[in-house]
Structure formats: structure tokens, C-alpha cells
């Protein structure tokens, strides 16, 4: 099988896409926000399980670390915006 030029650069640079991804959330979810849709945590979580993956492939811990953090909190605002008790 002939591989094309694009699908060997996405192998080649798959943590980069992967940020890049990630980054293209992140604004999605910032714009949700600014229209007050909780849709933008889901996107923000979409964006930070871009970046755990991208620190785990780079061996970035602090990436890594505060990507985790950031779905948990992610996920808190959610919980708090539907109307916790």
C-alpha cells in the first residue's frame, strides 16, 4: 500500500496535531462560553483530553498534570451549571 504524503506527515507529527486539535477546542469552548452554552466545558474537556494525551506522548508531566486536573474541574462546572443541590 502507497502511503500518501499527508497521511506520513500525521505520522510523523502526531503529537503536534494533537495540540493543534486540542488548541481548536479550546477556542470553540471559549466561544460556547461567551455565548453562556455549558457546551463550552464539553469542548474544554474535548481540548484537555487532547492535551493529556499529548503530555503522555511527550513525556511533558506539567501538560500532563494539569490537563487531568482541568477535566476534573471541567467536569465540576457542569455538574454546578445543570443545578447541583
Known amino acids: 500500500m ?3 504524503r499527508l497521511f506520513k ?3 510523523r507529527h502526531k503529537a503536534d496535531l494533537i495540540g493543534w486539535l486540542g488548541s ?3 477556542v470553540v469552548g471559549s ?3 461567551a455565548y453562556h452554552s455549558v457546551w463550552g466545558f464539553t469542548a474544554n474537556i474535548c481540548a484537555n483530553i487532547c492535551f493529556v494525551f499529548q503530555g503522555a506522548w511527550v513525556r511533558l508531566s ?3 498534570a494539569l490537563s487531568v486536573l482541568l477535566v476534573f474541574v471541567n467536569c465540576f462546572a457542569i455538574y454546578k451549571w445543570i ?3
Open 2 to 4: 502507497k502511503e500518501t
Open 9 to 11: 506527515y500525521i505520522l
Open 24 to 26: 481548536l477546542f479550546f
Open 31 to 33: 466561544v460556547l462560553l
Open 62 to 64: 506539567s501538560i500532563f
Open 83 to 85: 443545578g447541583a443541590p
